[in-house]
C-alpha cells in the first residue's frame, strides 16, 4: 500500500471519503426522532395518505389535478404496461421510441400552442438536455435568483457565463442584459410558477425586457401546467405564448406521472432531438408513465374546471391562514408557503402538524429559507382545508417573525 493510500485509510482530509464522516446533520436528526425527509407513505398519492397506522392529510404534494388514482389515468397505464411491457430498456434515438411518445408530443404541443413538443424521460432531465444543448460557452444565461436547480445546473452544464438577477425584477435583468457584449448569445431563464413561493413571474415585463436587448426566454412552467389559465399555464395566462421560446414542463405534478417535455419551434425542438445529451443517453420514460401523462392530459383537457377547483382550494386555505394571524408568502397558486424564523422552529412546527395529522413540506437552506411549504389538490374537501388551517394555525407562535427571502445571489 503506498503512502498517500495510507494516509487516505487514516482519515486524511484530502481523501473524498472523509466528506461522509463531517455530514452529521440528517444522524443528529434521526437521532433526535425529527428527521422529515425520505419518510415512506404507503397507498396511493390523494388528499390523504397512510403511514403506518395513521391516516395524514397530504399537503405535501405536487398532485395539483388530483389524477394520480384517476381510474382513466390507472386504465391508460395498465393497458400501455400489458402492451409494451414495464420499459423500452434504451433511449429514444435508438430503441426506445413508441407511439405514445409521439402522440404525447403532438398533443402537448397543440396544448401549449406550440408548433412542436420533445418528450424526455424526467422534467429534471429536460432541462439539463435544453440548457446543456442549446447553450455553449460562448455565450450568457440570465437566471432569476429563485430558478429551479435544475435550470441552474442545466446552465452550468452548458458551460455559458451564468449571470443572476434578483427575483422577478426586469429592470434589474435589463441593466445585466446591457453589459454583454453585442455579439453574446443570450437566454434568460425563469420559472412560470414559483415552487417555493408559489408566486407566478412577471412575464410582461420580462418579455419586454428580453424584446429590447435581443434575449430568447426559456420559461419552466412545471407548477404552472394545469394551474394557469385553466391549466395551459403561464404564457397563456398572459397571452404570450407567442413571445417566449421555449417552454418545459415535467409531468410528474398537474399530468400525474414521471417525465418532462420541451415545446418550441419546429426548427428548435429538431436541434433539440439530435442534441440534447440527456435524451440521447438516457432512457425512454416507461410506456405506462407516457401512457399516464397522455390520459392525464386528455383529462385536464375536457375539465379545465380542475385547474379552478385547485386555485379555489388554495384561495380556502390563503383565506383562513389570514383570518387566523398567520403570515405566508404572497402567491396566487396552489402553492402557500409558511415561513419560519430558521431551522429548529421549522423542524418543530413540521414535526406537530404531522403529529395533528397534516403532512407538510419542510424546506430548508440552501434549498429555500426556511419555511413550510404546503400545497394543494382539486380534489381535497373543504373539511379537509378547514382542518389544515386549524393545524398550520396552532403553530402561529413558531412562525412568527419570519421574514421571507428567496433563493440564490442577487445578482452577478
Request: hydrophobic content about 40%; aromatic content about 6%.
Amino acid at each position: 500500500m503506498s503512502a498517500i493510500s495510507a494516509l487516505s485509510k487514516r482519515g486524511n482530509p484530502a481523501d473524498l471519503y472523509s466528506r461522509f464522516s463531517a455530514f452529521t446533520m440528517a444522524r443528529d436528526l434521526m437521532a433526535a426522532d425529527r428527521y422529515p425527509f425520505f419518510l415512506p407513505l404507503e397507498g396511493k398519492e390523494g388528499p390523504a395518505v397512510r403511514r403506518g397506522d395513521r391516516t395524514l392529510i397530504m399537503c405535501g404534494s405536487n398532485n395539483y389535478l388530483g389524477l394520480t388514482g384517476h381510474p382513466e389515468v390507472l386504465a391508460a397505464a395498465r393497458l400501455a404496461l400489458e402492451k409494451y411491457g414495464t420499459s423500452r430498456t434504451g433511449s429514444r434515438f435508438l430503441n426506445g421510441n413508441t407511439e405514445l411518445h409521439e402522440e404525447l408530443e403532438a398533443e402537448l404541443a397543440d396544448y401549449l400552442d406550440k408548433p412542436a413538443a420533445l418528450v424526455m424521460s424526467t422534467g429534471y432531465q429536460t432541462n439539463l438536455g435544453v440548457l446543456g444543448s442549446v447553450l455553449t460557452p460562448r455565450d450568457h444565461v440570465f437566471l432569476d435568483r429563485s430558478a429551479h436547480a435544475s435550470l441552474l445546473d442545466g446552465a452550468r452544464l452548458s458551460g455559458a457565463k451564468i449571470r443572476w438577477f434578483p427575483h422577478n425584477d426586469a429592470d434589474a435583468l435589463g441593466r445585466a442584459l446591457e453589459r454583454v457584449p453585442d455579439d453574446a448569445g443570450r437566454l434568460v431563464v425563469v420559472d412560470g410558477v414559483y415552487s417555493m413561493e408559489g408566486d407566478v413571474c412577471d412575464l410582461p415585463a420580462l418579455v419586454k425586457t428580453c424584446s429590447a436587448y435581443g434575449a430568447r426566454l426559456l420559461l419552466d412552467d412545471a407548477h404552472g401546467l394545469g394551474v394557469l389559465a385553466e391549466g395551459r399555464g403561464t404564457a397563456a395566462h398572459f397571452g404570450l405564448t407567442d413571445e417566449v421560446d421555449l417552454i418545459t414542463v415535467t409531468f410528474s405534478k398537474s399530468l400525474a406521472s414521471l417525465g418532462g417535455a420541451v415545446a418550441g419551434s419546429e426548427e428548435a425542438i429538431h436541434y433539440l432531438r439530435h442534441h440534447a445529451r440527456s435524451l440521447m443517453f438516457s432512457a425512454s420514460t416507461t410506456p405506462p408513465n407516457t401512457a399516464a401523462a397522455l390520459a392525464a392530459l386528455r383529462i385536464l383537457r375536457a375539465q379545465p374546471h380542475l385547474a379552478t377547483t385547485v386555485q379555489s382550494n388554495a384561495a380556502h386555505v390563503r383565506r383562513g391562514l389570514a383570518e387566523a394571524g398567520v403570515r405566508t408568502v404572497p402567491s396566487s397558486t396552489p402553492i402557500v408557503a409558511l415561513p419560519a424564523p430558521g431551522t429548529p422552529q421549522t423542524l418543530t412546527a413540521w414535526q406537530r402538524m404531522y403529529d395533528d395529522g397534516v403532512y407538510v413540506n419542510p424546506v430548508l437552506p440552501p434549498a429555500a429559507e426556511p419555511r413550510l411549504r404546503t400545497s394543494y389538490m382539486a380534489s381535497h374537501t373543504l373539511d379537509q382545508l378547514d382542518r389544515v388551517v386549524e393545524v398550520c394555525a396552532a403553530q402561529k407562535p413558531l412562525l412568527t417573525s419570519a421574514e421571507q427571502h428567496g433563493r440564490g445571489p442577487d445578482v452577478a
